[in-house]
């Protein structure tokens, strides 16, 4: 087995992956060769950085699965590496904790003007009188998607003693109750929430949700906070926002574009920016690795598919009982390919019997 860790994870994160017969090829060894050495690749591990996109992925004639150390994966194409047959994990949960409490701190910032105290401090100035904070205590906070940190979000503010109202599409009004959550549609949110704090993924409904129409929804004065994904939020919009007084403040730890060049949210005073730092902790950046690395091991030696987001996720005894006819769907695709005039356009699969009751979409994609 061949194994690319394209970007750097920590050393005992390798180390899950160190198998006699194995090489693992570090970030630091690939010197710029990373198309080259995909050509020969059966797993690769990365992070946000490197972009596993369809000409990249031209070059991986036998990979088998796509490791990334996070969340997001809108930097690989899963379009084309569904349509190879790879399978692309990630680790939901791993950093959650430690974006939750950089969101959290990002509040705490707005609200006390932190940030300006600071440098006004270093600057020599004592100004108590236009330091004036608020507290979270008592306000209500909008928290935009319920899951792993979503849910780390709201139990946190909860200690402050604030008010949750919160949107999700996938998650039961039963389990945000039980973290005192009000579910509401998107435009109460918006109405009623003092903060806002975005936890969603990037799909086509969100991109851009974050806008000059949707602001104007929102109370006047309210707080956004985002350490979910850059393009959520359309930067030109909030700048406007934020200099008509409409929006009180925000606090941004992602950015369309990333390292941020042009961006309008550059140089106003009531932004609170970080670089990109939300799962930046020790323990975080330890938790993917390993994590990423041990999902990685178990399907290359078992295949055991654990966190995928475009394969359904099975179990050992659940692949090996596939496991002959994947192999069949190969060699038939294959055989297809070969015997076929021009390219193929499209391949019918049907199936009868108990095979039916499996999760087929395996099958269908080694075909």
């Known amino acids: 087995m061949k194994i690319i860790v394209a970007e750097k994870i920590s050393a005992s994160a390798v180390a899950q992956l160190q198998e006699p017969g194995w090489v693992v090829i570090t970030a630091d060894q690939l010197d710029g060769e990373l198309p080259q050495q995909l050509e020969t690749a059966d797993a690769l591990i990365v992070r946000s950085a490197v972009q596993a996109d369809s000409k990249l992925l031209a070059h991986a004639h036998k990979l088998r699965v796509i490791g990334r150390a996070g969340v997001g994966v809108d930097n690989i194409d899963l379009e084309a590496a569904t349509h190879m047959g790879i399978a692309v994990m990630n680790t939901p949960g791993a950093n959650a904790v430690a974006v939750a409490e950089q969101s959290i701190g990002m509040m705490l910032a707005m609200a006390r003007h932190l940030c300006r105290a600071d440098a006004l401090m270093h600057a020599g100035k004592w ?13 209500t906070l909008g928290i935009i998607g319920l899951g792993r940190i979503g849910m780390e979000v709201a139990r946190r503010a909860r200690a402050f003693g604030m008010d949750l109202v919160g949107h999700d599409a996938f998650v039961s009004v039963a389990v945000a109750k039980e973290q005192g959550i009000q579910v509401a549609e998107l435009e109460e949110v918006y109405a009623v929430a003092d903060y806002i704090t975005l936890h969603v993924g990037l799909t086509p409904q969100t991109t851009g949700m974050i806008n000059e129409a949707s602001i104007a929804k929102m109370k006047k004065n309210v707080r956004l906070v985002n350490c979910a994904r850059g393009e959520l939020v359309n930067e030109a919009d909030l700048a406007k926002a934020l200099q008509c007084g409409h929006v009180a403040a925000a606090a941004i730890d992602v950015f369309t574009e990333e390292p941020p060049k042009n961006s309008p949210l550059l140089g106003l005073q009531n932004v609170v920016l970080t670089p990109h730092t939300g799962g930046s902790t020790a323990e975080a950046q330890e938790a993917v690795g ?12 078992h295949g055991v598919i654990q966190n995928a987001v475009n394969v359904p996720s099975v179990s050992a005894e659940e692949y090996a009982a ?22 193929l356009e499209e391949i019918s699969i049907r199936y009868g019997g108990h095979i039916a009751e499996w999760k087929t979409e395996l099958i269908r994609n080694a075909a």
């Open 127 to 139: 100004e108590k009188k236009s330091l004036q904070g608020t507290e979270l205590r008592g306000k």
């Open 290 to 301: 390993v994590q990423i690395a041990q999902q990685v091991k178990e399907y290359l030696k």
């Open 322 to 343: 596939m496991q002959p006819y994947i192999v069949l769907a190969e060699r038939m695709g294959a055989f297809l390919a070969q015997v076929s005039e021009g390219s």
